[in-house]
């Protein structure tokens, strides 16, 4: 594959996740080089010495390190489905809660999800933030307005959605016995849509010196 950019992604994480989101709906081919995060080939390295993904390695040279910067990116080639442009509110409004997902809810998600890994949190603490900001984005929705900004999924909706259901997935009863009817259709919504799908498919690790995959229409099957 020549001339195409380069994404180093991994399946689950869900930055990688909104930024094949964005690349898919935007149409814009890429070259997907899936990675083992525990066995980080140099390629990842020398494109980011950072070693987190998502990355993605424009034909110029250019390298985009966060997954944020990729989305914007993608949609700026061309954006189909109005993800810049929502039908309440404004890509600055969209930009602001995103960066609340991304500071204060995903440090709470870290420390629900992953307790051993903070031993000094205060899970309850914790917890209860979460749960604050995601009453916050189950009274944004209604009848009337299924989706963060409106009644069109936008880039909010797709950057956020990941983390939304990385938290639901700790416990799946207990997320399904909240009071969040809106919040919780609008997960499930998004979890069953064909983009997520699409974006979804398990592939083999890469390895240096070989090719990755034709992303998002060179993967022939589905788990």
Known sequence: MTALPVLYSFRRCPYAMRARLALAVSGQGCELREVVLKNKPQGLLLASPKGTVPVLVLPSGQVLEQSLDIMLWALAQHDPEGWLTPSHGSLQDM?????????????????????????????GAERARALAWLDTLDARLSPDQLCLFGTHAALADMAIAP?????????????????????????????????????????????????????????????
């Open 95 to 123: 930009l602001a809660l995103i960066a609340e997902c991304d500071g204060p809810f995903k440090q709470a998600l870290d420390r629900c999800k992953y307790p051993s890994r903070y031993p000094d949190a205060d899970q």
């Open 163 to 223: 983390f939304v259901r990385q938290f639901a997935g700790i416990d799946a009863d207990w997320w399904a016995a909240q009071p969040w009817p809106r919040l919780q259709a609008w997960l499930a919504q998004w979890q069953a849509g064909d983009l997520l799908a699409s974006v979804m498919h398990k592939l083999p690790a890469w390895m240096d010196g070989t090719e990755g995959v034709l992303f998002p229409h060179g993967i022939e099957s589905t788990d």
